[in-house]
């Protein structure tokens, strides 16, 4: 209930600002937003755009994933490895959409570049949270471990891991947030497909309408990417 009224407060809102302020020249009124919906709704675009922004992300927040926690858990167990963990801080201050031109010329326009923003977008989060997890594991289990002599590879997935489940999912979490930011940067300059491109298309046809409903999905498809992940981490870490 308390949602649906910040949704009619925020309509409210819009509704006086068009009335009051000197905007009617360039901001469409709730009337036109709500045709436009309509239109695209009964149309195929914009599901295009849609599927094509989820391929993106899928593809590069599960690399991203994978590669992430892999490497946080290793080079957390490993200490040998240490060095590797320079490169990556060294790189992990290097915002994804610097990495647009570069992605543009090794992959030209189209998924492979866009896929590859989203990678670089959510791999440092979920690398950092997974890293200072399994680091921060009790030194006791591993020598409990050494006790009974676990061998290494159960005490890295059957240990090790569970101990860093909360922290993988935490890195997730934002993981995929700046996923979502950075394939819609990519796809406003490397793309030909997505809502990013559907913003910037219609920015250039002085579509407004159509600029203000594409932010509005991607606010509401990015708050749900957020909450599939939440539902995951419920389910997967039962005992929290």
Do not use: C
């Not at 709704?41 to 094509?52: C, Q």
């Not at 979920?126 to 006790?147: D, L």
């Not at 203000?212 to 708050?223: C, E, P, R, S, T």
């Amino acid at each position: 209930m308390k949602k649906l009224l910040l949704i009619v407060l925020l309509l409210a809102i819009y509704r006086a600002a068009y009335v009051l302020l000197p905007f009617q020249h360039f901001l469409p009124s709730l009337f036109q937003l709500f045709a436009t919906l309509l239109q695209l709704l009964a149309g195929t675009e914009i599901y295009l755009n849609i599927a094509a922004s989820l391929l993106r992300i899928l593809i590069g927040f599960i690399l991203a994933s994978v590669l992430g926690i892999t490497l946080g858990l290793l080079l957390a167990y490993y200490r040998g490895l240490t060095d590797l963990k320079f490169y990556i801080e060294l790189l992990r201050p290097i915002p994804p959409i610097a990495w647009i031109p570069v992605a543009i010329m090794l992959f030209g326009l189209g998924n492979v570049s866009a896929s590859f923003i989203v990678f670089l977008g959510a791999f440092f989060p979920i690398f950092t949270n997974t890293y200072f997890g399994a680091i921060s594991i009790p030194i006791i289990f591993r020598n409990v471990s050494s006790s009974f002599e676990v061998g290494a590879m159960r005490y890295f997935s059957k240990i090790l891991f569970f101990h860093t489940l909360p922290y993988i999912f935490a890195g997730l979490k934002i993981g995929i947030g700046t996923a979502w930011m950075s394939v819609i940067a990519a796809e406003l300059i490397a793309a030909q497909s997505g809502l990013g491109y559907f913003i910037q298309l219609n920015r250039l046809l002085l579509r407004t309408d159509k600029v203000i409903l594409g932010m509005m999905l991607i606010g509401i498809i990015g708050y749900f990417l957020q909450k599939i992940v939440e539902y995951l981490e419920t389910k997967l870490i039962v005992w929290r």
